[in-house]
């Protein structure tokens, strides 16, 4: 399964979703009802499951256009047994994230509600992981898995054999023992890592990722600045000397992050430039003093590499205090994005 849910991953849910059916993606994860039917309206036809909520007015949206959705309690299934036409689900299981999911004490309960409503074709089975990104919760991960087989050889004691699927991108890059019948890639098939103890155990499995991701953007103004003048709001940057600085049209509406104020670095010309004073909505400044040859209209690397210079997601999400799953998701939707 292509993970693809929240825009991808900020990556752009069409253009790559199209790309995985390309590659051979035969299953699609997504948030919602409305990013599943945006897949189908543009062209994809493999099987989409949607793992959040789906209010009651729109599971006919789902039969109507052959979309899984996930039920993870009685009062989603209560609404399904006023359906006339078949819908698919995947059922999911809490095993210690405490989040979505039928506990293993309902088991006998959920055995019967679908036994007694034929209207549901009980199409898969999942859970979801709580520290499988780290060793030091190793034993809940196992916890998990225990319970989850429990679970899943009751129903198959029962007579029923869905798809089971419980590993994300960090169960199937280490633990392929949990790969069952279908993996959840997600933040990897981006070519990032969930995280860095799992990027260091990888590795020496001679397992690597490249980010798939760059994002750029121009330098739309230069200037001369005395020493002493100020830059942005509530003056934050006072410069110290005679400056040259570049206007760039992102800011933090854009997803650019506004705690990378005064300290973050872009690369304009193959040179890193110093962001200076507050990241504004829509703008920033940089220092391009040492940049002789930068003029406007230059390319400006936000994330990725130009020359030897290159800069992270991984870098930008470790300074503003969170993880590579949040910087690339609240990357703004209606930036361009442009596949090569």
């Known amino acids: 399964m292509a993970v693809v849910k929240s825009n991808a991953y900020g990556h752009g849910l069409v253009s790559l979703s199209k790309i995985m059916q390309k590659l051979g ?6 948030d919602d009802i409305d990013e599943a039917l945006v897949l189908r309206k543009n062209g994809i036809k493999k099987s989409i499951l949607v793992f959040g909520y789906i209010p009651e007015g729109r599971i006919n949206d789902a039969i109507t256009h052959n979309i899984s959705i996930t039920v993870s309690n009685f009062e989603t299934f209560n609404k399904l047994k006023k359906l006339k036409n078949k819908i698919k689900i995947h059922l999911k299981v809490d095993t210690g994230l405490g989040r979505q999911g039928f ?9 019967k509600f679908i036994k007694q409503n034929k209207n549901i074709k009980f199409e898969g089975l999942y859970t979801h992981f709580a520290g499988i990104e780290s060793k030091k919760f190793i034993q809940h991960t196992k ?16 007579g029923f054999d869905p798809i089971i699927h419980v590993s994300p991108s960090a169960g199937l890059l280490l633990y392929p023992e949990y790969n069952f019948d279908m993996v959840r890639a997600g933040i990897s098939i981006y070519g990032l890592w969930p ?13 690597k990722l490249r980010p798939v991701l760059s994002w750029k953007s121009v330098v739309c103004e230069i200037k001369k600045l005395p020493k002493g003048n100020s830059i942005g709001y509530d003056r934050t940057e006072i410069l110290k000397k005679n400056s040259k600085v570049a206007v ?11 705690n990378l104020s005064s300290f973050n670095e872009v690369v304009i010309s193959g040179k890193k ?5 507050r990241v504004s909505m829509d703008m920033m400044v940089v220092d391009i003093t040492s940049i002789s040859k930068a003029k406007v209209g230059d390319e400006v690397i936000l994330i990725g590499k130009s020359g030897k210079q290159e800069i992270k997601v991984d870098d930008l999400a470790k300074l503003s205090g969170t993880i590579n799953y949040e910087f690339v ?6 930036i361009t994005r442009i596949y090569k």
């Open 25 to 30: 993606a035969d299953y699609f994860g997504v």
């Open 103 to 111: 506990l293993i004490d309902q088991v006998h309960r959920v055995i």
């Open 143 to 158: 916890k998990q898995i225990t319970e989850f087989n429990i679970y899943r050889n009751i129903l198959k004691s029962e």
């Open 195 to 207: 995280s860095k103890e799992i990027e260091k155990s990888a590795l020496t499995k001679r397992i």
């Open 248 to 258: 760039i049209p992102i800011g933090y509406w854009h997803g650019y992050r506004r």
């Open 273 to 277: 430039a110093k962001v200076l004073g």
């Open 329 to 334: 998701t609240q990357i703004n939707p209606n």
